[in-house]
């Protein structure tokens, strides 16, 4: 289907991601999960593998709200780099301005 994430996926070159940051932060999931696993195959508590799954669930998610604010930020700059700029008062052209004199409009039609 047209629009979708497979779709996107699939026209993607080889080695380029659509969505970065989607990646880091699949990976930063993946890590939350096996983190909490390996430290209870090494003998900690269950308590403390636990509070350390808190923790980084805790920075995964500031991070990706982080990341996310920062392309908002990148496009909006992008975008404000592409408009060209409108003058002083945000006017263009010489006839968009509001009650200005014509030639010829004050003289009487003879």
Known sequence: MPGTRESVRADATEGESPDPV???VR???FSCVLV???LLMCGQSFGGAAGTAAGLVAVTCACHALLRQSERSAARVAAE?????????GRTGTGSHRGARHPGAAHPVD
């Open 36 to 38: 909490p696993i390996v």
């Open 22 to 24: 989607s990646d880091v």
């Open 27 to 29: 990976w930063a999931a």
């Open 81 to 89: 780099q592409t408009v060209p700029h409108r003058g002083r008062r």
